[in-house]
């Protein structure tokens, strides 16, 4: 149809080069349009943006008040606008991605959706319990992954860490490569006066401590809190929600080289 208009209104020379540089913008659109698209290869990169992300919380609900702090479940693709226009080579979740199990689609899928051109390590926390098969195809929820020269240990723990998982977590720690550990609820508890490690996991500190090889460990679940600490030569950071009302679209850039 196009060219049969040309024809009319055009001698065949203009024709032409009109032709060919509506086809070759086309060209260029579709290619910038699937490299956008595309999730950025981190198999032999030796250095790799990160952002570390925790509690999106995402689900129907305006406003969601918990024991920790108000989140806005609704605007999760306003609270994680930041976060996408930095465009990571990766993205680290530390649990609670959505804000109800029991409403847990479309939900999820839309969240998934949404992150869809990038490589996402998804943490489980005590708000995804049943849905987070939806993040994770494995039936078991703690894991390691290695990227460029580091070891990324993602923990299973909305709750408690179980011997089992507490043997795997020790063998696991055993590389020549350095730790990144990444779990829900805190191993301190964070308050004005102290910063005390919790008695019940005082055997997975000392997992991580002595393994001489860990360099952070991140953690969320506690809403509205941003805080770090150097404990047994471990770097602890407990991240606020990125959809909280105290430090709204927050997350944290890294880069692991």
């Avoid at 055009?10 to 024709?15: D, F, G, T, W």
């Amino acid at each position: 149809m196009l060219k049969k208009y040309l024809k009319l209104i055009l001698p065949s020379k203009k024709r032409e080069l009109i032709i060919i540089s509506i086809v070759l913008l086309l060209a260029a659109g579709f290619l910038y349009y699937a490299l956008w698209l595309a999730k950025p290869d981190l198999k032999n990169k030796k250095s790799i943006s990160v952002a570390v992300v925790t509690d999106i919380h995402v689900g129907p609900e305006k406003k969601g008040h918990s024991e920790s702090a108000v989140v806005h479940p609704k605007e999760y693709k306003n609270n994680l606008k930041p976060l996408i226009d930095w465009s990571p080579d990766l993205i680290i979740t530390l649990g609670d991605n959505v804000n109800n199990n029991d409403k847990c689609h479309p939900y999820a899928d839309d969240l998934i959706k949404l992150m869809d051109r990038f490589n996402v390590l998804w943490g489980k926390g005590n708000h995804d319990k049943d849905c987070f098969p939806t993040f994770s195809s494995q039936n078991y929820y703690y894991r390691d992954y290695d990227k460029a020269g580091w070891r990324i240990v993602m923990l299973d723990h909305d709750i408690d860490i179980d011997p089992e998982e507490l043997g795997w977590l020790r063998e696991t720690l055993k590389t020549d490569k350095k730790v990144l550990v990444v779990t829900h609820v805190p191993f301190f508890s964070p308050s004005r006066d102290e910063n005390t490690l919790l008695p019940q996991y005082a055997e997975v500190e000392k997992v991580i401590s002595e393994a001489g090889n860990v360099k952070y460990v991140f953690m969320g679940h506690l809403h509205s809190r941003l805080w770090d600490k150097e404990y047994n030569g471990v770097h602890y950071y407990i991240l606020p929600s990125v959809s909280g009302e105290e430090y709204p679209q927050y997350f944290m850039k890294i880069v692991l080289d």
